[in-house]
T-cell receptor, first 112, second 111 residues
Framework: NAGVTQTPKFRILKIGQSMTLQCTQDMNHNYMYWYRQDPGMGLKLIYYSVGAGITDKGEVPNGYNVSRSTTEDFPLRLELAAPSQTSVYFC???????????FGQGTRLTVV | GESVGLHLPTLSVQEGDNSIINCAYSNSASDYFIWYKQESGKGPQFIIDIRSNMDKRQGQRVTVLLNKTVKHLSLQIAATQPGDSAVYFCAENNAGNMLTFGGGTRLMVKP
């Protein structure tokens, strides 16, 4: 069981570039989440999904897009990278009926 | 990783003492309140949760208290150990299964 796997671990983007942060889980969890954590701060919810084909906006969705075509994968897309998107991005998943979310190791993104 | 908790309030305790970490929440409609621990360079890890219709729940060395009147949540850690040093976050689960995190506290344990 790998749990929640995020790729890449690190990435530097230039302003205006786009990229997809990958997240996959092998626990057959219904719910998946994307958070960003700015240096020294808490976690802000970007988008979440309660199942394949269903996605909802979180607290800070602007500048991001997601899709959930399978139970396992929940990629996060940045279309036009901006310096304000410099952050550590965490993907998490949990099973329906449980409050225990399992987090990936994070993707550290720098936009220059 | 190394910058986690830099701008968050810090609680410094002596090894062996009890720690109390507090959190204020805003959404009265949340059905569960949860505590997570984040060590440097890692994602948060689940510690304990409490349902909104409960006042207290105990785990191994940890106790969570919920005061709905003043919208306050606390985490008590008994006999704090160096391995407890981390940033602690409270979180809320609402009826739509939106899991949001509140403010964190950095716990430093002095040997």
């Amino acid at each position: 069981n790998a749990g929640v796997t995020q790729t890449p671990k690190f990435r530097i983007l230039k302003i205006g570039q786009s990229m997809t942060l990958q997240c996959t889980q092998d626990m057959n969890h219904n719910y998946m989440y994307w958070y960003r954590q700015d240096p020294g701060m808490g976690l802000k919810l970007i988008y979440y999904s309660v199942g394949a084909g269903i996605t909802d906006k979180g607290e800070v969705p602007n500048g991001y897009n997601v899709s959930r075509s399978t139970t396992e994968d929940f990629p996060l897309r940045l279309e036009l990278a901006a310096p304000s998107q410099t952050s550590v991005y965490f993907c998490a998943s949990r099973i329906k009926g449980s409050t225990e979310a399992f987090f990936g190791q994070g993707t550290r993104l720098t936009v220059v | 990783g190394e910058s986690v908790g830099l701008h968050l309030p810090t609680l410094s305790v002596q090894e062996g003492d009890n720690s109390i970490i507090n959190c204020a929440y805003s959404n009265s409609a949340s059905d569960y309140f949860i505590w997570y621990k984040q060590e440097s360079g890692k994602g948060p890890q689940f510690i304990i949760d409490i349902r909104s219709n409960m006042d207290k729940r105990q785990g191994q060395r940890v106790t969570v208290l919920l005061n709905k009147t003043v919208k306050h949540l606390s985490l008590q850690i008994a006999a704090t150990q160096p391995g407890d040093s981390a940033v602690y976050f409270c979180a809320e689960n609402n009826a739509g299964n939106m899991l949001t995190f509140g403010g964190g506290t950095r716990l430093m344990v002095k040997p």
